[in-house]
């Protein structure tokens, strides 16, 4: 009769803190240069997006481009749940109706 030998759970790699908190400033860092640009774009587009009712869509943005990178590093964001249940085509048909 042999014995089983059984595997011992291994623990996921944690990145350490610090490594961490350098991931965090540089998605904040590209956040910061990305956002400007954005804005800047969409001015010389003609949308005037500088007024203080822009305030939340261009909060809501800079949350989208972190969740992307968030994503991107295998780490989670707020906005991942949200928008792995937003319908693509629903969002679509949404945004096409309000524009009326």
Do not use: W
């Not at 490594?19 to 860092?29: A, H, P, V």
């Not at 956040?31 to 500088?50: F, H, K, N």
Request: aromatic share 4%.
């Amino acid at each position: 009769m042999s014995a089983r030998i059984y595997p011992f759970p291994q623990r996921q790699k944690q990145e350490s803190p610090s490594g961490l908190r350098d991931k965090l400033t540089e998605i904040e860092e590209t956040v910061d240069e990305i956002v400007p640009e954005l804005l800047g774009m969409l001015i010389t587009a003609g949308y005037d997006v500088s007024g203080d009712a822009y305030v939340q869509d261009v909060a809501l943005i800079v949350e989208s481009m972190k969740a992307i990178m968030f994503r991107s590093e295998a780490m989670d964001h707020g906005l991942h749940k949200i928008s792995d249940r937003i319908n693509v085509t629903d969002l679509n048909t949404a945004c096409a109706n309000t524009a009326r």
